[in-house]
């Protein structure tokens, strides 16, 4: 007989990702770490999708799951984008140091 992991335990992980994710973001000055922070909660909601997809036996979750990712996929690659540019004129990725309004 198997037993499976109850559905709240992946749950609870879910949500101990996207904190430590949103703390990342709310907290963090690095521009590289704010976007592995975002890295994190779009991890976070992978799982609980793919939680709920097993869970009610629908494959429907995991088809979202691939959404996410190919939109977690241009996220990298425009944040890397970002970060080059940002360190090329200012030469700093720490976001409270760079202010693009200022004239």
Known sequence: ???????????????????????????RRNAIIIFMSIEMMLN????????????N?????????????????AEAAIGLAIVLALYRNQQTVYVDKVNLMKW
């Open 44 to 55: 976070a909601v992978n799982l609980t999708f793919v939680s709920f997809s097993s869970y």
């Open 57 to 73: 036996s629908d494959p429907a979750g995991q088809m979202f799951v691939f959404f996410v990712m190919a939109v977690a996929a």
């Open 1 to 27: 007989m198997q037993e499976s992991v109850p559905l709240n335990y992946y749950l609870i992980l879910s949500a101990i990702f996207f904190v430590m994710g949103a703390v990342g973001v709310l907290t």
